[in-house]
Nanobody, 126 residues
Framework: QVQLVESGGGLVQAGGSRRLSCAAS????????MAWFRQAPGKEREFVSA????????NYADSVKGRFTISRVNALATAYLQMNRLKPEDTAVYYC???????????????????WGQGTQVTVSS
């Protein structure tokens, strides 16, 4: 099991940028697939992006493709989500998730990830 702590959320104007961080501890970070999900009020938690252990393979939801970038620094046991050209519909609680080596960047359902952070709120004003 790996413990995850997100940070970097806040209020941002539409068109602006924000970078979220996910700090991991407890197990060898480099063995895990990492992902970001988000959940808006009254909606299901939805997949945003995922990255493999080396950072060389990524996957994005269509709604964020070209605007968001996922990355990781294994030496720092941290994953990131750089969000550019933010829109009001990006407003949500953003969650970091991890899955061990049995995972895939093409896992897009919350049940496919074993470990979760507590979430960080991102609010985009119009």
């Amino acid at each position: 099991q790996v413990q995850l702590v997100e940070s970097g959320g806040g209020l941002v104007q539409a068109g602006g940028s924000r970078r979220l961080s996910c700090a991991a501890s407890g197990h060898t970070f480099g063995n895990y697939y990492m992902a970001w999900f988000r959940q808006a009020p009254g909606k299901e938690r939805e997949f945003v992006s995922a990255i493999n252990w080396s950072g060389e393979v990524t996957n994005y939801a269509d709604s964020v493709k070209g605007r968001f970038t996922i990355s990781r620094v294994n030496a720092l046991a941290t994953a990131y989500l750089q969000m550019n050209r933010l829109k009001p519909e990006d407003t949500a609680v953003y969650y970091c998730a991890a899955q061990d080596s049995s995972g895939s960047v093409y896992y897009t359902h919350r049940n496919q990830y074993s470990d979760w952070g507590q979430g960080t709120q991102v609010t985009v004003s119009s």
